[in-house]
C-alpha cells in the first residue's frame, strides 16, 4: 500500500529566506509524485510534479523538488519565500497505473513573517 | 485555462438526507476522481472513474456513496442518507490520460447537522 509522511506540521519561515519542506513516501514501484498547495478556503494547485528522467524538477511559483530514490523522499524547496506562499502543502503519491489515485500526506502549514 | 467546476460550493442539509455534489471535469479528461477532506486532516481518496464505471474505491466509499457520469460533462457524487461523520470538504479532480496529473476543483464544503 502506498503511504506519504510529511514530518512537519507547521513550518515558520521569514519572508526572504529559503524553504524546505520534507516528503517520504512508501511505494512499492517507481511512483509518480506530487507536490499541491493549498491556500485558505481554496482548492489544491499542483506546484511539480515528478513522473521520470531528472531527478530536479522545476514547478511554478520558483518552487523545485528533488526526488531521492535511495531515501524514498520528494523534498519541496524554494529560495526565497515570499509573504503569498503562506499556504498549506501537500504531497502526494500516485500509482502508475490506470487508476492512479493520489495519496497524500498530513500537510505542512507554512507560516511567513515579516 | 481550462478548469475543473463545482457546484454548490457549500450544501448544507440534515442527517439523513440525500445530497448530490456536482462536478463539471476538463472536457478532454477521462478520468474522473473524488477526493474529501475532513476539517484538519488529510485529503482522502473516494473513488475513480473511467469509461463509465469505478475503477478504484476506497473503504471509505460504501453503499451510501454512488458515482455518475448522467451527461458528457457531468460527474456527480451522491450521499444516499447522509452522517454527521460525513461533513467534509469535498474535491472532485479529472485528468486527461494515464500519465498526466490530477487537476482539481476549487471543492464542495458539505455540512451534515
Known amino acids: 500500500a502506498q503511504s506519504v509522511t510529511q514530518p512537519d506540521i507547521h513550518i515558520t519561515v521569514s519572508e526572504g529566506a529559503s524553504l524546505e519542506l520534507r516528503c517520504n513516501y512508501s511505494?512499492?514501484?517507481?511512483?509518480?509524485l506530487f507536490w499541491y498547495v493549498q491556500s485558505p478556503g481554496q482548492g489544491l494547485q499542483l506546484l511539480l510534479k515528478?513522473?521520470?528522467?531528472?531527478?530536479l524538477v522545476q514547478g511554478i511559483k520558483g518552487f523545485e523538488a528533488e526526488f531521492k530514490r535511495s531515501q524514498s523522499s520528494f523534498n519541496l524547496r524554494k529560495p526565497s519565500v515570499h509573504w503569498s506562499d503562506a499556504a498549506e502543502y501537500f504531497c502526494?503519491?500516485?500509482?502508475?497505473?490506470?487508476?492512479?489515485?493520489?495519496?497524500f500526506g498530513g500537510g505542512t502549514r507554512v507560516l511567513v513573517k515579516p | 485555462e481550462p478548469e475543473v467546476t463545482q457546484t454548490p460550493s457549500h450544501q448544507v442539509t440534515q442527517m439523513g438526507q440525500e445530497v448530490i455534489l456536482r462536478c463539471v471535469p476538463i472536457?478532454?479528461?477521462?478520468?474522473f476522481y473524488w477526493y474529501r477532506q475532513i476539517l484538519g486532516q488529510k485529503v482522502e481518496f473516494l473513488v475513480s472513474?473511467?469509461?463509465?464505471?469505478?475503477?478504484?474505491k476506497s473503504e471509505i466509499f460504501d453503499d451510501q456513496f454512488s458515482v455518475e457520469r448522467p451527461d458528457g460533462s457531468n460527474f456527480t457524487l451522491k450521499i444516499r442518507s447522509t452522517k454527521l461523520e460525513d461533513s467534509a470538504m469535498y474535491f472532485c479532480?479529472?485528468?486527461?490520460?494515464?500519465?498526466?496529473?490530477?487537476?482539481f476543483g476549487p471543492g464542495t464544503r458539505l455540512t451534515v447537522l
Open positions: 479532480a479529472s485528468r486527461e490520460g494515464v500519465a498526466d496529473e490530477q487537476f
Open positions: 511505494y512499492g514501484a517507481t511512483p509518480y
Open positions: 515528478y513522473f521520470s528522467g531528472d531527478t
Open positions: 502526494a503519491v500516485g500509482a502508475q497505473a490506470a487508476g492512479n489515485k493520489l495519496t
Open positions: 472536457s478532454n479528461h477521462l478520468y
Open positions: 472513474f473511467y469509461n463509465n464505471e469505478i475503477s478504484e
